[in-house]
């Protein structure tokens, strides 16, 4: 079994919960996160069932003895944050490993499951090596060995089903294999204590958007249509789809945005739900969905 490092463990009880605001957000919880598993509650002082799950999570953290860390976020004051990460409903408590959200949960829960979140974070980061497992299986992604971190992927569901970065990990993996059904299928079998988690939230919306990519009509006729008729908001809509399963995601952002400003109620408002759906399939760190959620919120509260 690895070792946690002895300085993260020893970690005085000051710097394990902390008050985070949208300027040390990047520092308290995505650089933190990259050596100790970083719990985020959002939370609001109206709101009562945060009084009593932030309690919890708090005395769960400080029992952890330093293998995980937790920052607090008052939505009310960190409303970009709050967007961004598209939180919709509080107490909604996230966690983050290595700069991405690999785990969460929304709503009051009790005691036990608090204890089995948290025992997850420290398996991920410690326990096992399942954390370099995960790491390696991205590299082996990122670098088009598919076949090699879906085994990857696989393997670290044997060892702990409910994981779930490996369990969106061979999501992906499957997607970027072409086979669209077997990713599906999986996903239709996740666990009911990760089926919320921000990795498997990002891969429905990434099998959405595949589906979607197997219509997709041709980039330069539907670009055709839309400067022959600005305000044919089908054929926009359609060129954005078309732009996303040709891998333009920043220009399928833009024109999606576009529609939105033209009208925002278009088709029961498909541009900001396909918007959405986008960001959700990226990295919540990802710039085109950071810049596209600021964007979209200032035409939404101008």
């Given at each position: 079994m690895l070792e946690l490092n002895s300085n993260v463990a020893a970690a005085p009880e000051a710097d394990l919960i902390k008050d985070v605001t949208e300027t040390t957000f990047m520092a308290d919880v995505i650089e933190t996160s990259q050596e100790v598993p970083v719990i985020v509650d959002f939370w609001a002082p109206w709101c009562g069932p945060c009084k009593s799950l932030g309690p919890m999570l708090e005395?769960?953290?400080?029992?952890?003895?330093?293998?995980?860390?937790m920052a607090k976020i008052n939505v009310d004051e960190n409303q970009a944050i709050a967007g961004q990460l598209r939180i919709q409903s509080i107490p909604t408590v996230y966690a983050f490993w290595k700069g991405q959200?690999?785990?969460?949960?929304q709503g009051a829960v009790p005691a036990s499951e608090?204890?089995?979140f948290i025992g997850r974070l420290t398996g991920l980061a410690g326990d096992g090596g399942l954390g370099e497992a995960i790491e390696a299986a991205e590299a082996m992604m990122a670098e088009g060995a598919v076949a090699d971190a879906a085994q990857t992927f696989a393997a670290i569901l044997g060892e702990e089903p409910e994981n779930a970065a490996?369990?969106?990990?061979?999501?992906?993996a499957n997607l970027a294999a072409g086979e669209i059904d077997q990713a599906e299928g999986l996903l239709n079998s996740?666990?009911?204590?990760i089926a919320k988690a921000?990795?498997?939230?990002?891969?429905?919306?990434?099998i959405e958007l595949a589906r979607q990519a197997e219509n997709a009509g041709p980039v330069a006729e539907l670009r055709a249509a839309v400067e022959v008729d600005p305000e044919n908001h089908q054929a926009r809509f359609d060129l954005a789809q078309a732009l996303y399963a040709a891998g333009d995601v920043q220009a399928a952002v833009d024109e999606l945005?576009?529609?939105?400003?033209?009208?925002?109620?278009?088709?029961d408002g498909a541009a900001k739900t396909q918007l959405f759906t986008i960001f959700d399939a990226l990295k919540p760190t990802d710039p085109i969905a950071l810049s596209g959620r600021r964007r979209l919120s200032s035409m939404i509260f101008a």
């Open positions: 005395s769960a953290v400080k029992a952890a003895r330093g293998k995980v860390r959200p690999v785990d969460g949960f608090i204890e089995a490996a369990f969106g990990g061979l999501v992906r996740v666990p009911d204590a921000p990795e498997i939230e990002a891969a429905r919306a990434q945005l576009d529609l939105f400003l033209r009208d925002r109620d278009w088709n």
